[in-house]
């Protein structure tokens, strides 16, 4: 800022004040400059969103071919991490959007009142585990809709000539030119069997990309992925032989004595990092209690201490109606403050940051009014 100021007309000397003609008209523009300064720095000081799977929405359009490192709907994220975002994709689907930080409570209320509505099927006024297992099901099929959608979008970006099959080479030149390489010259290095002389960072995503795609090529390999191929590419949560493989890497990373299972003490590893302060050592506990919770009550489903790879395939498929059923309980146990197994709208409602992000105040005095 001082920097800024500095630069300002109102803060130079008399003497290079003089040679304006009408020194005060930059004193305006400039004030309104460091005050959008000012308001973008208190932006950024603020807490970042829960729902980081809305920040990360939005930074997809530079690399859209890429595989995703977050998929809607799913438990764990690509890197192992859990999804902090799931009981809200999985509750809102589609609508997660309509309840963001700054929307206004009273309508945010009302329509949180309508979701409700929709999932109390035999409309008692309360949510069974049943009727929250039959609604995960459906918002997970929305997520599934989505990203068929983007992916056939993006296959055609990949598919130049339309013939129905993208071959690596086609979608490596693609892949290239999101990281600022001409797409042209790429595609006349790869044709002519040409050094692409690229940074070491990108030929190892490369490598990692050309590996999975391999994995979505189904027999008969051709290294030609077609839709429903490329689709299992970017979308593994879609294929059963692709989430196999987004299992094994997963345990992978996690698994530190090489038998290929995961114990509790691996699973609830802390991140590389050090403690400094309280505020990091609150986030630290907050890393091994959420993963220690989930590694036992929805992961290891025979409860002997140990994660096997079809435990861990069970439980990141999407699609799982007996994983769907668990989940719902846990949300129902999240916020049943009555212990009667059920949700009831004042309790949805006093929980709303759990089921939406965003917490919506006076739930108790507008219940009534809104429902």
Known sequence: LLATLAACPAAQTPAAM????????????????????????????RP????SARERAGNREENEILPPDHLNGVKLEMDGHLNKDFHQEVFLGKDMDDFEEDAEPRKSRRKLMVI???????????????????????????????????????????D????????????????????GHN????????KNKWDLNIDEETQEVLENLKDRWYQADNPP??????ESEFLSFLHPEHSRGMLQFMVKEIIRDLDQDGDKKLSLSEFISLPV???????????????????????EELIDANHDGIVTMAELEDYMDPMNEFSALNEAKQMIAIADENQNHYLEPEEVLKYSEFFTGSKLVDYARSVHEEF
Not at 126 to 134: F, G, T
Request: charged letters at 30%; hydrophobic letters at 40%; one cysteine or more.
């Open 116 to 158: 409700f509505s929709k999932v109390d099927l035999n409309t008692d006024r309360r949510i069974s585990a049943k009727e929250m297992q039959n609604w995960i099901m459906q918002k997970t099929a929305e997520h599934f809709q989505e990203a068929v959608a983007e992916s056939r979008a993006h296959f055609r970006a990949v």
């Open 160 to 179: 130049p000539d339309g013939d129905g099959h993208v071959s690596w080479d086609e979608y490596k030149v693609k892949f290239l030119a999101t990281k």
């Open 183 to 190: 797409e042209r010259e790429v595609a006349e290095k790869i």
């Open 221 to 226: 390999p051709d290294l030609l992925l077609t």
């Open 48 to 51: 970042a969103n829960h729902s």
């Open 273 to 295: 990092g050090t403690v400094e302060n309280q505020q990091g050592q609150d986030v630290d506990d907050g890393w091994v209690r959420d993963r220690k919770r989930e590694f």
């Open 18 to 45: 003089a040679s304006r003609q009408a020194p005060l008209c930059g004193l305006a523009p400039c004030c309104l400059w460091l005050l959008g300064i000012v308001l973008l720095m208190d932006a950024s000081a």
